[in-house]
C-alpha cells in the first residue's frame, strides 16, 4: 500500500507540473498574438512638435478706398478741347504737377457730379481751358461758378488758360491769363505756367 500510494503521489505532482508548464505556455502563446495584433494595426504618424503649427491666416483687410482726389491742379475744359488738354495735363505730370482730368478720373459707373466735386475740393490750383466753346458748354459753366467761388471763399489759385478762339468769362478775364494763342514758342508760354502754379513770378527775360 505504501508503494502505491506513493506512486499516486508522484503521478498527481506530474501532472501538476504538466497541465503548469500549459498554461505557461498557453499564457506565452497569447502575449505573443496579443504583441502580433497590436503589431498589425498602423499607427498614426506622429503630428508636428506644437512650435512647428503655423498660426490661422489673418483675414484680409477690407480695403481702405479709392485713390483720394487731392491733387496739384484741377483742368476744367469743354469736350472740344479735349486732345489739347489731354497734352497739357501730360505736360503737367512731367513736370511734378499730380493733375486731376475727368478723362482720368472719372471712372465707368461712376457719378460724373460727385466725382469733379471732389476733384474740385481737394484741388490746390485750377486751370480753367478756354476754348471757341467753352462758354456754350453747360458742364464748363458749372466747373467755372464753382471754381470761382472756391477762389474767392478758399483762396484756390484759378489761372485762365486760353487756347483757340475762346471769350473769357467776365470775372475770368479780370485775371490775368496764359495765353498759348500768343506767338510765343509753347515751351515759354508753358514755363509761365508752371512758375505760376509754384507761385512764382515770371522769369526776366
Known amino acids: 500500500m505504501g ?8 503521478v498527481g505532482a506530474a501532472a501538476g507540473v504538466v497541465a503548469a508548464t500549459a498554461g505557461v505556455v498557453g499564457s506565452v502563446h497569447a502575449v505573443r498574438q496579443f504583441r502580433l495584433s497590436r503589431a498589425a494595426i498602423p499607427s498614426a504618424p506622429p503630428g508636428p512638435p506644437p512650435s512647428t503649427l503655423a498660426p490661422p491666416a489673418a483675414a484680409p483687410s477690407a480695403p481702405s478706398g479709392g485713390p483720394g ?9 469743354a469736350r472740344d478741347d479735349e486732345t489739347w488738354a489731354r497734352g497739357l495735363a501730360v505736360r503737367l505730370e512731367a513736370a511734378g504737377f499730380t493733375t486731376w482730368l475727368d478723362a482720368w478720373d472719372v471712372g465707368a459707373g461712376d ?5 469733379v466735386e471732389a476733384g474740385i475740393r481737394g484741388a490746390r490750383n485750377a486751370l480753367m481751358i478756354v476754348g471757341g466753346r467753352t462758354p456754350d458748354e453747360p458742364v464748363t459753366r458749372q466747373e467755372y461758378a464753382a471754381l470761382m467761388t472756391r477762389s474767392i471763399e478758399r483762396g484756390l489759385r484759378f489761372i485762365p488758360v486760353v ?3 475762346g471769350e473769357l468769362p467776365v ?13 510765343a514758342p509753347f515751351e515759354e508760354r508753358f514755363d509761365v505756367l508752371v512758375r505760376a502754379l509754384r507761385g512764382q513770378r515770371p522769369a526776366r527775360v
Request: with cysteine; proline share 3%.
Open 3 to 10: 508503494d502505491l500510494s506513493l506512486v499516486i503521489t508522484l
Open 69 to 77: 482726389d487731392d491733387r496739384d491742379v484741377f483742368v476744367a475744359y
Open 111 to 115: 457719378l460724373f457730379v460727385e466725382r
Open 163 to 165: 487756347h483757340g478762339a
Open 171 to 183: 470775372f475770368l478775364a479780370e485775371r490775368r491769363c496764359v495765353d498759348f494763342r500768343d506767338p
